[in-house]
């Protein structure tokens, strides 16, 4: 995978097929040498056992019948490991896993985030009966978008309807580039 934002993607469609009904996102990044980007993918829902867990890493091991292979996890944990970061499952059956990786970002081999706008959007558009809370943060700055909110305030209005997906990803892309901007330009 070529950036994060697809592994991100990955995992979260594996909480779906696990029947996770709220999926949360965090991306938080430091300005501050060694420049940590930590990316938490927290759901509710089967959670894994022991041995699944301790397999989950493996890229033979999948619960997928459609392929003998799941290189999702093993190539997120590559991504945030071969730059000195860390990467990490916590899950027990009947609680949805935490998928924890860290990525110093100020490292060469470090992967750019990529376009959460449209991760984001995919995820929304394409489950409308899961929740998502998006949260992007550098230093002290940051925004969070829930679904739960915005299906509130819509009522009726789908959020697959065009109009809303469209709305949401200019909306995850302003203020992306608005946090950039106060955190000092980084992206």
Do not use: W
């Not at 890229?59 to 799941?70: E, L, M, N, Q, S």
């Not at 929740?131 to 550098?138: L, R, S």
């Not at 009522?155 to 109009?163: E, F, I, K, N, R």
């Amino acid at each position: 995978m070529q950036e994060l934002s697809l592994n991100i993607l990955d995992v979260v469609q594996n909480s779906i097929a696990a029947g996770a009904t709220l999926v949360e996102i965090s991306v938080k990044r430091s300005t501050q040498p060694p420049c940590p980007m930590k990316i938490v993918i927290t759901d509710n829902g089967r959670g894994m056992s022991q041995e699944q867990l301790e397999q989950v890493t493996d890229p033979f091991y999948t619960t997928r019948t459609t392929r003998k292979v799941g290189l999702g996890v093993p190539l997120f944990q590559m991504a945030a490991q071969m730059t000195g970061g860390d990467f990490s499952i916590q899950s027990q059956l009947g609680v949805g896993p935490t998928v924890t990786a860290v990525v110093t970002t100020s490292h060469i081999d470090a992967m750019p985030l990529g376009d959460m706008a449209a991760t984001m959007t995919s995820l929304i558009q394409t489950c409308p009966q899961t929740d998502f809370v998006y949260t992007y943060q550098i230093d002290e700055h940051s925004f969070t978008l829930d679904t739960r909110e915005m299906k509130g305030i819509l009522g009726d209005v789908s959020l697959s309807a065009p109009q809303v997906v469209l709305f949401i990803r200019d909306y995850i892309a302003e203020n992306t580039a608005q946090v950039s901007a106060d955190a000092g330009g980084v992206l």
